[in-house]
């Protein structure tokens, strides 16, 4: 199985769409793009200094448009990747990366959200003297604990020994003047304690913008950055990425899944490199592919070629299906095939040592088939119902 993953802020460096712009739609796409979020992406990704590019609200719309940009050059025709790629995730901002690849969103709104969503960043940034700084190696629930004891938050746990800790700048100092046993702490080049609740203000003027962006649900698994389960509604897919604004991103949940599905590729759309780093470490079986520029389009190509195979759930109206968001064991809540269901009905529950969860209805429909049985075990993504619109000849 392939896996498309999209990086955050933070991967951009000065230039380095510079040799992306040679391919042949890439400057429309850019130029229509950043019409689209009235932003100059051509020159922020290619003449902006690092100062410029290091500014959230001009941060934040470059790389997905990058991420956008990429993905496009393996796939120009983008249903064409619906047949290759079993499962998309984004860290961060590259959720918005991840939901417009999979259609969940279309890509002008990903632009006119992220440009919002970076502006309103920045501001609540403004309002406090805050920032993010790593912590490199130490046991985990040390960290955590020092973390919480320095009054900072967990923003990202980003597997292999990295979690980064947000809040005030006096804090992240001491935090950093006493780290926990055999850890290093390096402060992060951000403008605030994004993934916290100093982001509260930027969360609800997302959340009503948001509200206003017409969804669908994707043609494959998409990741959410909250617990690193499979959602398959995109009004959820984009409820959870505005909601992330303030909450901490659990990439190694991601990559958790990630294993589970049994991902064998991954390719990381631009700028690229921070998250295949990661999964090789977390997922050492796992092929895996940076996509810095044009030039390593062949390989990709390659990789897709040996592992790209359908969704199980790409051949079918998604938005019809109901899926295990995590692996664990089914129960059925005794509702029959061909019963009227209203949005919001509960069809059963998966169950697993770590978790449990009710499934739901997202659409009314006519249940119209259940593809697993009472007690059998179900992977992340697996379609466990299927619904059929009602009125519109369910029978």
């Given amino acids: 199985m392939l896996a498309l993953v999209a990086p955050g802020q933070g991967a951009q460096t000065p230039g380095f769409l510079n040799p992306w712009l040679e391919l042949t739609r890439a400057h429309q796409l850019l130029t229509w793009w950043g019409a689209v979020a009235d932003i100059d992406l051509i020159h922020l990704g290619s ?5 410029e590019i290091k500014d959230t609200s001009n941060a934040q719309p470059l790389l997905v448009a990058a991420g956008l940009l990429g993905a496009l050059s393996l796939f120009p025709h983008p249903s064409d990747a619906f047949g290759k790629v079993g499962v998309v995730a984004g860290h961060s901002v590259g959720e918005f990366t991840a939901a417009a690849g999979a259609r969940a969103i279309t890509a002008e709104s990903a632009m006119v959200l992220v440009k919002e969503r970076g502006i309103a960043m920045a501001a609540a940034s403004n309002r406090a003297a805050t920032g993010m700084s790593a912590l490199l190696g130490g046991e985990r629930d040390a960290v955590l604990a020092a973390i919480t004891a320095h009054n900072l938050y967990a923003a990202n746990e980003n597997g292999a020994g990295q979690i980064v800790a947000a809040g005030l700048l006096s804090d992240l100092q001491a935090l950093e003047s006493a780290p926990p046993e055999g850890t290093r702490v390096r402060p992060l080049a951000v403008a605030g304690a994004f993934h916290t609740p100093y982001m509260e203000s930027a969360r609800e003027r997302l959340s009503m913008l948001a509200g206003q962006v017409s969804v669908r649900d994707p043609r494959t698994k998409v990741l959410s950055n909250n617990d690193g389960a499979v959602i398959h509604s995109g009004r959820e897919i984009l409820t959870r990425m505005v909601n992330q604004i303030a909450s901490p991103v659990r990439w190694d949940l991601c990559m958790r899944t990630l294993g589970e599905l049994g991902v064998t590729a991954v390719i990381e759309v631009p700028p690229a490199g921070t998250l295949v780093g990661l ?52 129960t059925h809540v005794g509702i029959e095939v061909g019963t009227e269901l209203h949005a919001g009905t509960v069809v059963g529950a998966i169950a697993n040592r770590r978790e449990s969860i009710e499934l739901t209805t997202d659409h009314d429909g006519m249940l119209i088939e259940f593809m697993v049985e009472d007690g059998d075990p179900v992977s992340p993504g697996q379609p466990i119902a299927r619904l059929h619109p009602l009125g519109q000849g369910a029978h």
């Fill in 47 to 51: 003449n902006a200094d690092g100062e």
């Fill in 279 to 330: 999964i090789k470490r977390a997922l050492p079986g796992v092929e895996t592919l940076a996509l810095k520029t044009p030039d390593d389009i062949p390989a990709a190509l390659d990789i897709i070629a040996r592992h790209g195979f359908p969704s199980e759930i790409s051949d079918q109206p998604t938005w019809r299906m109901i899926v295990a968001p995590f692996s664990g064991t089914f």
